[in-house]
């Protein structure tokens, strides 16, 4: 059973950048770079948004047109943590953030559609105008 653990929510004013972390554990904690992980967003009343991803290895990348230049994944595989760093961040990014993990590694362009295997319960973001 794999567990995500999301950290680093929380409320700031329109421009700031944040950093989310997602703790990956479970009896599979050993092996977290065989596992691509990710970030979907959901704000009220709104579809839940694919945002960014990266491989197992963490030399492949993707992220949503709509964040590239703002947004960026990276992880930490001695640490089983997977980070999402956000910066010049809108009101519109105001939404409930969630890690995901997949139980293959590979990641590919079609990596929104994807059926991602391990959800973590999600941290709140809200940005103030």
């Known amino acids: 059973q794999v567990q995500l653990v999301e950290s680093g929510g929380g409320l700031l004013q329109t421009g700031g950048s944040l950093s989310l972390s997602c703790l990956f554990s479970?009896?599979?904690?050993?092996?977290?770079?065989?596992?691509?992980m990710g970030w979907f967003r959901q704000a009220p009343g709104e579809e839940r948004e694919f945002v960014c991803a990266i491989s197992g290895s963490g030399f492949t990348t993707y992220c949503a047109d709509s964040f590239k230049g703002r947004f960026t994944i990276s992880r930490d595989n001695d640490n089983n943590i997977a980070n999402l760093r956000m910066n010049g961040l809108k009101p519109e990014d105001t939404a409930v953030y969630y890690c995901?993990?997949?139980?293959?590694?590979?990641?590919?362009?079609?990596?929104?559609?994807?059926?991602?295997?391990?959800w973590g319960r999600g941290t709140q973001v809200t940005v103030s105008s």
């Open positions: 479970g009896r599979t904690s050993r092996t977290f770079s065989r596992h691509a």
């Open positions: 995901v993990a997949d139980s293959a590694s590979a990641v590919s362009a079609s990596v929104a559609r994807r059926p991602w295997d391990y």
